[in-house]
C-alpha cells in the first residue's frame, strides 16, 4: 500500500500559481503510475493528469492542458501538479493516485491508492 498525503493547496486569487505535491511512503514509489484529480462541489471527480513511473510519458484532461504540469522526483517520492493563471473554476479538492498498473488512466477508477485532498480555492 502506499500512502499518499496532499499538500500545497490554499486561497489565491485568480491569474496565480501553485504548486501541489504528493508524498508517498513506501520504497516502490518508482514503479507506480501517479495521477492527480479534483472535485468540486456538487460535481464529479474529474481527470487532470498522470505521469508514468519514469515521468517520461504525462498525460492531460482536454480542459487542463496549458495551464497545468504535472511531475515528479522518484528520489523524494513526490509527484507534483503546477498550476498557473488560476481561475474560479479551478476551486476544487485536489487529489493524487496512485496505481500499479503502468497505464495513464485517465478515469478514478484506474487507481487503487488515493490521498486524503488538498482545498484549492481561487477568489475572483
Known amino acids: 500500500q502506499e500512502p499518499l498525503v496532499e499538500s500545497g493547496g490554499g486561497l489565491v486569487q485568480a491569474g496565480g500559481s501553485l504548486r501541489l505535491s504528493c508524498a508517498a511512503s513506501?520504497?516502490?514509489?518508482?514503479?507506480?503510475?501517479m495521477g492527480w484529480f479534483r472535485q468540486a462541489p456538487g460535481k464529479e471527480r474529474e481527470f487532470v493528469a498522470a505521469?508514468?513511473?519514469?515521468?517520461?510519458?504525462?498525460e492531460y484532461g482536454d480542459s487542463m492542458k496549458g495551464r497545468f504540469t504535472i511531475s515528479r522526483d522518484n528520489a523524494k517520492n513526490t509527484v507534483y501538479l503546477q498550476v498557473t493563471n488560476l481561475k474560479p473554476e479551478d476551486t476544487a479538492v485536489y487529489y493524487c493516485a496512485a496505481t500499479a498498473l503502468n497505464y495513464l488512466w485517465d478515469y478514478a477508477g484506474g487507481y487503487d491508492y488515493w490521498g486524503q485532498g488538498t482545498q484549492v480555492t481561487v477568489s475572483s
Open positions: 505521469i508514468g513511473e519514469g515521468g517520461g510519458k504525462t
Open positions: 513506501g520504497r516502490t514509489f518508482g514503479t507506480y503510475t
